[in-house]
């Protein structure tokens, strides 16, 4: 096994450790190998918030602050980067951090076992925007919270605290000396480059560049591919798989960045999630509440937009709403590239058309054009934080009325995302109606023929699928309040 060293940053002091296993969570290397209990194990896959850490990287001439789960983060993936647990958040006489006494003064707490994890996403929302002079409205505190649960309060105390931060005397982090830390690693990083692109039997690889990855992977094709790991940690946590092998591909800098050009957005396979979305919403605002909904934040902050896509789970959100856009993928390989539109990356369930040295590089997303109306809709269980049962996704573009382009996408009806292509020829070239809106609708219903499985029947998918088209006519109409992304409690943005 390549027993790289991790380094990180930790309570001011650069911290190294060995011998740790490519497959190596960062929660068990922080309960069982630094005793930081703190941090708490309650799903295992990255859904209930418990065990939630916040990791710091450089960004610009600043820092940048992201909360994780750290039950699915392998913890070779920090190497390079600071990190703070709930343990660190106490200054040296005792006092507490802003986040911590909200948590106390607003009774946003009662067991406790998840109190940890919200702590940690409310000193990122501190860091991020407190520290900034930006206030935390009653939405934000919502949106940032929302990959955290708790079975005990209800939510509101938790809010209440995550607004009143900023009451309490301010505990900023010390940025110039953790910067000075990080370039320090960086320098560290640097020399120890010719491990993170070679290891013959076995390790952690994580080139930094596009060319050490691409030779990386044809090199070692029998590796496991991780981006965010998102997916990858539940086969570790969940069915308990071992990877003597792991090529990280967020390490590489050309991918992780969104390059504009006159007609397309080009966006890099390793850019995190709530990054690629930022950069869709730039173009298409309405896009926004689908976007905070694909998972909580620290799912969004570690997971990818090129792991969503590569995965290829019929239930991913990604992939309807960028079919429906028109957006093509690139492989690359050290032999060349490839272009292809998303929709023919897929041969059937979670399989594809990539070679044993290939990756996905790039999503490339049309920009918008006049006459578009782009809608997404997510269908589940939970409002947040939850798995789709259905996603459609449609594009149609009017001129005065007449459909001159349609493109849908559609999750959770088949063993891959997939385009509505018969229900897509009925609308081309027609006048937008009522009356057609319910014909799509009806070939939507009988296009598929999704399965029933937990999450939904059959026939409730069928019948979601025709009364989403319904949907999409009202808002193409101008109406808004029809559904739960316009709904708000009074006082709630307050």
């Known amino acids: 096994m390549n027993s790289k060293t991790i380094h990180f940053i930790r309570r001011g002091a650069i911290v190294a450790l060995d011998d740790v296993p490519p497959d190596r969570t960062l929660l068990d290397v922080l309960r069982e190998d630094l005793a930081c209990t703190g941090t708490k194990e309650g799903c295992g896959e990255g859904d209930c918030g418990a065990c939630t850490v916040v990791l710091g990287e450089t960004d610009g001439d600043g820092l940048h602050y992201r909360a994780v789960n750290s039950c699915i983060r392998l913890a070779h993936s920090i190497d390079g980067m600071a990190l703070w647990t709930v343990e660190d958040l106490a200054g040296a006489d005792g006092a507490l951090h802003p986040a911590q006494e909200a948590m106390v003064q607003c009774h946003g707490s009662q067991c406790g076992f998840c109190t940890p994890g919200f702590v940690m996403s409310m000193f990122g929302m501190y860091q991020n925007h407190v520290a900034q ?119 590489c800098a050309e991918l992780r960045r969104v390059e504009r050009y006159p007609h397309h957005v080009a966006i890099g396979a390793a850019l995190p999630l709530n990054d690629a979305y930022a950069a869709l919403v730039r173009d298409r605002p309405q896009l926004r509440v689908f976007a905070n909904r694909f998972a909580g934040l620290p799912v969004r902050n570690s997971g990818t937009l090129g792991g969503n896509v590569a995965n290829g789970s019929p239930i991913g959100d990604s992939m309807p709403l960028l079919i429906a856009l028109g957006a093509n993928v690139v492989l690359m390989s050290a032999r060349g590239h490839r272009d292809m539109p998303l929709e023919a990356l897929y041969t059937g369930y979670r399989q594809n058309v990539m070679a044993a040295d290939e990756l996905l590089a ?60 018969r229900t897509e020829a009925l609308l081309q070239g027609q006048h937008w109606s009522e009356d057609l809106a319910a014909l799509a609708g009806s070939a939507l219903r009988s296009e598929f023929e999704p399965i029933s499985d937990m999450r939904a029947s059959a026939a409730y998918r069928s019948t979601v699928l025709g009364n989403l088209m319904q949907r999409y006519w009202l808002e193409s109409q101008g109406m808004q309040a029809i559904n739960l992304d316009s709904f708000a409690l009074q006082g709630e943005n307050a």
């Open 133 to 251: 002079g930006h206030a935390i409205t009653r939405a934000l505190a919502q949106e940032e919270l929302s990959g955290n649960l708790c079975r005990c309060t209800g939510y509101r105390p938790i809010l209440d605290a995550a607004q009143t931060m900023v009451r309490y005397p301010g505990k900023p982090v010390d940025m110039p000396a953790v910067l000075a830390q990080l370039r320090q690693l960086q320098q560290l990083r640097a020399g120890g480059d010719a491990e993170t692109t070679q290891a013959p039997l076995g390790g952690y690889l994580a080139p930094d560049n596009l060319q050490d990855l691409l030779h990386a992977r044809a090199a070692h094709p029998q590796a496991q591919i991780v981006a965010g790991c998102t997916d990858v940690g539940l086969w570790i946590t969940k069915q308990h798989k071992r990877f003597d092998m792991v090529l990280d591909v967020t390490r």
């Open 362 to 421: 790039w999503i490339k997303v049309p920009l918008p054009v006049d006459g578009e109306c782009a809608r997404v809709y997510k269908i589940s269980k939970r409002f947040d934080d939850d798995i789709s049962a259905i996603c459609l996704a449609v594009n149609l573009r009017l001129d005065d009325g007449l459909i001159t382009h349609a493109s849908i996408g559609v999750g959770g009806v088949a063993a891959t995302p997939v385009r509505a292509i």
